[in-house]
């Protein structure tokens, strides 16, 4: 069973920083896609940013130009370096891991990020 285990949410003010990372206890070029995802109370889970085997990345809107996401094959963990934070970026971020072949879609336990104003 494939786990992913995330790390380095926390509390931060507005404007700051963090870097979320994400640990798969397999290579990741297992996987096609990987994310993260974030969802706040009261609200449904919502892509943030993804990246390909290939490299290529994909965000949402409200986080372009703040939110980088990154992988290192070597170390099989994929980052998200997050500035400029905002307090409606409070949530719980989940890394996820998607592969063609079943069981086809992992999702770590989640960290909490909270921005205050």
């Known amino acids: 069973q494939v786990q992913l285990v995330e790390s380095g949410g926390g509390l931060v003010q507005a404007g700051g920083s963090l870097t979320l990372s994400c640990v798969a206890s397999?290579?990741?070029?297992?996987?096609?896609?990987m994310g993260w995802y974030r969802q706040a109370p009261g609200k449904q889970r919502e892509l943030v940013a993804s990246i390909t085997s290939g490299g290529f990345t994909n965000y949402v809107d409200s986080v372009k130009d703040r939110f980088t996401i990154s992988r290192d094959n070597t170390k099989n963990i994929i980052n998200l370096q997050m500035n400029s934070l905002k307090p409606e970026d409070t949530a719980v971020y989940f890394c996820?891991?998607?592969?063609?072949?079943?069981?086809?879609?992992?999702w770590g336990q989640g960290t909490q990020v909270t921005v205050s104003s």
């Open positions: 397999e290579s990741i070029f297992s996987f096609n896609v």
């Open positions: 996820n891991a998607r592969r063609i072949r079943l069981p086809s879609t992992f």
